[in-house]
């Protein structure tokens, strides 16, 4: 972890924010997530695996209404739909559904809660469920979260959120898991505040 520190620190491409500019960040975060109603966009992840030299890299597109609903939707290189309507979780791989209670379950609770947060930064820079530190950079800022809660940590490492300067919106996520993979998703041809039904999110 102290290495993972010291080479995110010490990047030639970030400086770390003082103590003014991380209540900045954190305030322009915020208030674009709180102008936020919903969120369409594409996105791209990218899969670095230890024991892979190639990177494994997936297509879809991601709808968010506000407050908890998600909708993943992969599109390549194979059809996979991960959706949460605020109460249950269906996972839709083919012809076959698994469906969970978000509730009930306390880790998928807690992923349920980063994804969120990775969607608008609220509840997740400024959650005290993370050690977070905060950095500058050219076009973008960058902050790195270190979970506390044991469902959380037993996953990831650290969770490294990127945040464009234009608009203060989240640009990219990147998930560092305990076994050293990282998983990086981007978010591209954002709309913002759209009319979205809520059924999508329950198929």
């Keep these: 972890m102290g290495l993972f520190f010291c080479s995110a620190s010490l990047s030639a491409q970030y400086q770390s924010a003082t103590e003014d500019q991380k209540k900045e960040i954190i305030g322009r975060i915020m208030q674009v997530s709180g102008e936020m109603s919903s969120m369409q966009c594409d996105f791209t992840q990218v899969k670095e695996l230890s024991f892979m030299d190639e ?56 992923i349920s809660s980063v994804m969120v947060g990775g969607i608008g930064g609220a509840g997740l820079v400024d959650s005290p469920d993370f050690d977070a530190q905060f950095f500058m950079g050219s076009n973008d800022y960058k ?19 990127y945040v464009g300067k234009s608009d203060n919106r989240i640009r990219s996520v990147e998930l560092v898991e305990q076994s050293g993979d990282r998983m990086t998703v981007t978010m591209k041809n954002v709309q913002m505040n759209t009319a979205i039904d809520d059924e999508l999110f329950s198929k």
């Design 143 to 161: 902050v790195v979260l270190v979970p506390k809660k044991k469902e959380v940590k037993d996953l990831f490492s650290a969770i490294q959120v």
């Design 55 to 110: 990177k494994i890299t997936s297509e879809g597109k991601m709808v968010f209404k506000k407050p908890n609903k998600i909708r993943w939707e992969y599109t390549k290189p194979m059809k996979y739909i991960f959706s949460m309507d605020g109460q249950n979780i269906r996972m839709t791989s083919g012809d076959n559904t698994t469906t969970i209670s978000a509730n009930q379950n306390k880790l998928f609770k807690e």
